[in-house]
């Protein structure tokens, strides 16, 4: 699966990139360093907007550029009633140490980011396992 890598791991401005034509929309400074790289599914259309994800690798990955990638877990992610998951993907060679600490420290992050925003409410629903995961990009493909 490619995926779209807008926001680069340690960085604290976050890059939104249009997700058909590629082109860079805007950036704009958060509270926090990404912890992973970030971007979407390529090809995802869900609903808006494209399955956005966290990419866990140890390549040094470039803004603005596709990397090929599998699923590992996703995260569901509520954003007020709004349903805005997060899909944890891997490079094909990456090797996990520890899926909880990857789970916690997004959470954490999603958490500190959203706290700039005190009127939307952020909560986090089940770890979705790979399988599942797995269906649910194939059936938002386009």
């Known amino acids: 699966m490619n995926v779209f890598i807008e926001t680069l791991k340690n960085s604290d401005t976050r890059t939104r990139y249009h997700e058909s034509t590629f082109q860079r929309k805007e950036s704009f400074k958060i509270n ?3 912890p992973y790289d970030y971007g979407f599914i390529i090809g995802s259309n869900r609903k808006h907007d494209c399955i956005d994800c966290y990419v866990l690798t140890n390549e040094t990955l470039i ?3 596709p990397i090929d990638c599998e699923p590992v877990f996703m995260l569901e992610v509520y954003e007020g009633s709004e349903e805005d998951h997060k899909a944890i993907m891997k490079t094909i060679e ?3 140490d520890n899926e909880e600490l990857v789970e916690n420290t997004i959470k954490s992050f999603i958490t500190k980011i959203w706290s700039q925003n ?3 409410t952020i909560t986090f629903g089940r770890k979705i396992g790979k399988e599942e995961t797995i269906n649910f990009i194939k059936s938002n493909l386009r």
């Open 32 to 34: 926090s360093q990404y």
């Open 63 to 65: 803004e603005g550029k």
């Open 94 to 96: 990456y090797e996990i």
């Open 118 to 120: 005190p009127e939307v």
